[in-house]
């Protein structure tokens, strides 16, 4: 019998008749989405290890070229033993072939914790010294290089030429246009 579904049939009735039941009225059911479970979000056993979908067949007669690159990198196939869903369970066999855990044309690779937060970190730092503020630090300057208020010309950093640098003048907004010009890029 369906959760909130009335019975018809008096109670204590000793006659061997099963139950009917009768429709829920609409006004009494609660609105609820239907959603798909998420058999994606898996964990490794083991807490050193970092978890990667990568693609497996991309392009042109699903070429393997990708994934050559990231068994390259060091990445290795997960086993279906190697994961846990975030509740525990076993891995669901749905996604468990040729004893590897392969989700259309991703597989799921693992690889030691740390080379993989290793690599998130350097590609962090790369990216903050690629957005540094214009004029507030140009690395292989010295005393000469610096205007009033401490930071370094951009001309006399890079080593421009005299010839350039009295024809060109690079303009070098003042800190406090810079940081109101972006502060949300923080």
Not at 22 to 29: C, R, S
Not at 112 to 123: H, L, M, S, T
Not at 158 to 169: G, H, Q, T, Y
């Amino acid at each position: 019998m369906q959760p909130g579904a009335v019975k018809t049939s008096p109670a204590g009735a000793s006659d061997a008749k099963p139950a009917v039941e009768q429709q829920i009225p609409w006004e009494q059911i609660e609105a609820k989405p239907l959603r798909s479970p998420n058999f994606l979000n898996l964990k490794p056993k083991n807490p050193n290890l970092s978890l990667f979908f990568g693609n497996r067949a991309v392009g042109e007669k699903e070429s393997g070229l990708r994934y050559d690159q990231l068994i390259a990198m060091g990445f290795v196939p997960a086993k279906p033993e190697d994961v846990v869903t975030n509740l525990g369970h076993p891995c669901p066999p749905s996604l468990c072939r040729d004893g590897r855990i392969m989700y259309g044309d991703l597989i799921l690779l693992k690889i030691a914790r740390v080379d993989y937060i290793g690599n998130q970190k350097w590609n962090e730092q790369n990216a903050r010294l690629r957005m540094k503020k214009p004029g507030v630090t140009i690395e292989g300057g010295g005393k000469e290089h610096q205007a009033a208020d401490g930071r370094l010309q951009p001309t006399q950093a890079l080593n421009v030429p005299d010839a350039i640098r009295n024809k060109v003048s690079m303009y070098v907004p003042p800190l406090a246009e810079v940081d109101a010009a972006t502060k949300d890029n923080t």
